[in-house]
């Protein structure tokens, strides 16, 4: 059965830094990208970051350039996400998941992360 | 980069209702489109992969249509169960993805 299980979340100071991890189980993990995914309060879906099955490839939204880096563990089967330079705007709840051309569901219950003062 | 674009935004429907909701690209993502549904409190669950092809284990209620840019979820009877916002989102642009803005369906 597919898991993803998303930790790290928590309260941190704007322009702080914070992990985020995603452990994942149930397929096989080097053939999969696995993307990031957020929803800020009472809004919409936000993709964030992707890295590819290899890990050789990432790509990160605008919103987070520069500030965020994705990057995986194959020997874990478990995919990291580190914040930095944190503002308002990142508070969210951020879900792991692989949303491809033939996407892999359940997703995880997510983690909240929350940026203020 | 693609955007997806929902409609309507909200709707309000009765139980046995047949509904449908769009959602276009701006441009053609060659079927490569995912429809998800999420409740409050939970996270999205995918409903429909690759335009029409129904996930696992989804009601056969649930359908998907479409193609290049403009694509349709149906679905055919509604039950009290299916309230909740539904997200379209292009997996063409792989692995820069983009959702719609949802479209949050209400007991009428």
């Known amino acids: 059965e597919v898991q993803f299980l998303e930790s790290g979340g928590g309260l941190v100071q704007p322009g702080g830094s914070l992990r985020l991890s995603c452990a994942t189980s149930g397929f096989t993990f080097s053939n999969y990208a696995i993307s990031w995914v957020r929803q800020a309060p009472g809004k919409g879906l936000e993709w964030v970051s992707s890295?590819?099955?290899?890990?050789?490839?990432?790509f990160h939204a605008d919103s987070v350039k520069g500030r965020f880096i994705i990057s995986r563990d194959s020997s874990r089967n478990t995919v990291y996400l580190q914040m930095s330079s944190l503002t308002a705007d990142d508070t969210a709840i951020y879900y792991c998941a692989n949303i491809g051309r033939n996407p892999l569901d359940p997703w995880g219950q997510g983690t909240q992360v929350t940026v203020s003062s | 980069d693609i955007q997806m674009t929902q409609s309507p935004t909200s709707l309000s429907a009765s139980v046995g209702d047949r509904v449908t909701i769009t959602c276009r690209a701006s441009?053609?993502?060659?079927?490569?489109l995912n429809w998800f549904q999420q409740k409050p409190g939970e996270a999205p669950k995918l409903l429909i992969y690759a335009t029409s092809s129904v996930q696992s284990g989804v009601p056969s209620r649930f359908s998907g249509s479409g193609s290049g840019t403009d694509f349709t979820l149906t679905i055919s009877s509604l039950q009290p169960e299916d309230f909740a916002t539904y997200y379209c989102q292009q997996s063409y642009s792989t692995p820069k993805y983009t959702f719609g803005q949802g479209t949050k369906l209400e007991i009428k």
């Open positions: 890295i590819s099955g290899s890990g050789g490839s990432t």
């Open positions: 441009q053609n993502i060659r079927g490569y």
